[in-house]
T-cell receptor, first 115, second 112 residues
């Protein structure tokens, strides 16, 4: 399958623990996005990369959140000292940066539950 | 990003057409209208987009009002697989950094 993949699909952790999620975009897509989705709401933008450069961060991305895309391919999203309010679905999307219009392709998401 | 307004939910019967409305009265001249949908337990997927003219693709049609203050996503023959949350999104490619700003969308229920 050549779609966007995310690991793990589910993560249960205790409050105060650190967690890391991984996203593998579609090969050769140079733009990568992270979104967060809580129950009953649409996804909210967190941050995006063009190649390895992080070009935009939402105010939702507090100091406890950090995202990297070290080689311009896969990306990781780390949450430090998790809180119950961090419980959500974390979605990754990718797209190519060339052309007049390019849709975003989303992965299946990582569901985080903080106890 | 300009705001969109969609009904919270709609129902349809299988094999009948579905018209999903979206109001965007504050749309700017450079905003594209995008539709994505999210099937249960999946990430969103692209459906269609347009600027001024009506658009058709294999999944759906997009009808855009002449003043661009509203649009309608048309599913010509709903199937059970079309049950999803449908999001209408405005985006200015030049200023938004290409992120998508989702609202709450319309939950479409398709009855057999």
């Amino acid at each position: 399958d050549t779609g966007v993949s995310q690991n793990p699909r589910h993560k249960i952790t205790k409050r105060g623990q650190n967690v890391t999620f991984r996203c593998d975009p579609i090969s050769e897509h140079n733009r990568l996005y992270w979104y967060r989705q809580t129950l009953g709401q649409g996804p909210e933008f967190l941050t995006y990369f063009q190649n390895e450069a992080q070009l935009e961060k939402s105010r939702l991305l507090s100091d406890r959140f950090s995202a990297e895309r070290p080689k311009g391919s896969f990306s990781t999203l780390e949450i430090q000292r998790t809180e119950q309010g961090d419980s959500a679905m974390y979605l990754c999307a990718s797209r190519t940066g060339t052309g007049a219009y390019n849709e975003q392709f989303f992965g299946p998401g990582t569901r985080l539950t903080v106890l | 990003d300009a705001k969109t307004t969609q009904p919270n939910s709609m129902e349809s019967n299988e094999e009948e057409p579905v018209h999903l409305p979206c109001n965007h009265s504050t749309i700017s001249g450079t905003d594209y209208i995008h539709w994505y949908r999210q099937l249960p337990s999946q990430g969103p997927e692209y459906v269609i987009h347009g600027l001024t003219s009506n658009v058709n693709n294999r999944m759906a049609s997009l009808a855009i009002a002449e003043d661009r203050k509203s649009s309608t996503l048309i599913l010509h023959r709903a199937t059970l697989r079309d049950a999803a949350v449908y999001y209408c999104i405005l985006r200015d490619e030049e200023t938004s950094g290409s992120r998508l700003t989702f609202g709450e969308g319309t939950q479409l229920t398709v009855n057999p």
